[in-house]
Nanobody, 120 residues
Framework: VQLVESGGGSVHAGGSTRLACVLA??????MGWFRQVPGKEREGVAS????????AYADSVKDRFVISLDGAKGILYLQMNSLRPEDTATYYC?????????????????WGQGTQVTVS
């Protein structure tokens, strides 16, 4: 199972960017985006259940980030708006075939390689 992220880069505070995660023949119950900064644990940012399209967000990104799935293309997106310096991190997409607590990294069995987002 392969997840390949793209997008990110350097963004000014207040700006926007969109991350994309290409899903290669992957069936999942739950897809998510996590982020990590050096020295800290991986943090759940957003998730989307493929059954019912139920979304969940960390409080720190609620009303700023939007997770979505283009099922026809097999691409998971994270639209990031009103970016802040504290959003700077490496962002990972993840998939879970079994489901579970959305913001727990152990719920997910497949991970992308990560893409850096730097907000200044």
């Amino acid at each position: 199972v392969q997840l390949v992220e793209s997008g990110g880069g350097s963004v000014h505070a207040g700006g926007s960017t969109r991350l994309a995660c290409v899903l290669a023949d992957y069936n999942s119950k739950c897809m998510g985006w996590f982020r990590q900064v050096p020295g800290k644990e991986r943090e759940g940012v957003a998730s989307l259940s493929t059954v019912g399209s139920i979304t969940a967000y960390a409080d720190s990104v609620k009303d700023r980030f939007v997770i979505s799935l283009d099922g026809a293309k097999g691409i998971l997106y994270l639209q990031m708006n009103s970016l802040r310096p504290e959003d700077t991190a490496t962002y990972y997409c993840a998939g879970s075939q079994t489901g579970g607590l959305w913001n727990v990294a152990g719920t997910y069995d497949s991970w992308g390689q990560g893409t850096q987002v730097t907000v200044s």
